[in-house]
């Protein structure tokens, strides 16, 4: 028996059901005789009536990404002549953590806006500045899947870029992405 399993992390099962409930209808009708109206008699058909009932069954996640919190990546100081995608190489700690799993193959993508310079690479609010993710020390492309077995989680690494046309400006940066964990 093969058990089909929802793809997301957010397990929604449609449930519908169609059955059948039998009631006992009585209905009195007169009958007449020679003396006129006399007693009732009872009338007891049964009649199916169909009822549709829809819903969905939610089941919590089975697994959890820094306990649903927000992951932060702190870059400290970064001197803006030394970005070059291999200096400040931070790793992303999202702290997954799974139980009673239905399977254990999943995949894991980082979601979220490219920059005008590098579509893989994180916007952030300082014009020609991005950070890239890194799984296995190449580039993750945005919106790509990593397929992996539980309980092997993908190490996932951060580092800023930058667009070299661009003279980039000093203050405090900050980029926001998804990270989604699914079934396979």
Excluded: W
């Excluded at 006129?36 to 007891?44: A, D, H, M």
């Excluded at 020609?128 to 539980?150: C, D, E």
């Amino acid at each position: 028996m093969k058990q089909q399993i929802n793809k997301n992390s957010l397990v929604s099962i449609l449930v519908l059901l169609s059955f059948f409930i039998t009631t006992n209808v009585t209905a009195v009708t007169p009958v007449l005789s020679s003396t006129g109206l006399s007693q009732n008699s009872p009338i007891t058909p049964i009649y199916p009536i169909p009822i549709n009932i829809k819903g969905y069954v939610i089941a919590h996640p089975p697994c959890m990404i820094n306990e649903g919190k927000t992951v932060e990546v702190n870059f400290g100081d970064v001197l803006s002549t030394r970005v070059d995608g291999l200096n400040y190489k931070r790793l992303v700690d999202y702290h997954p953590s799974c139980e009673q799993m239905p399977i254990n193959t999943l995949k894991l993508s980082v979601e979220g806006n490219g920059t005008f310079f590098d579509a893989n690479a994180l916007m952030t609010n300082i014009t020609g500045l991005g950070i890239r993710i890194l799984y296995q020390n190449k580039p993750l492309k945005l919106g790509q899947a990593i397929n992996f077995t539980y309980p092997d989680f993908p190490v996932l690494e951060a580092v800023p870029v930058r667009d070299f046309s661009t003279l980039l400006v000093g203050g405090d940066f900050s980029t926001t992405a998804t990270l989604r964990m699914e079934y396979q």
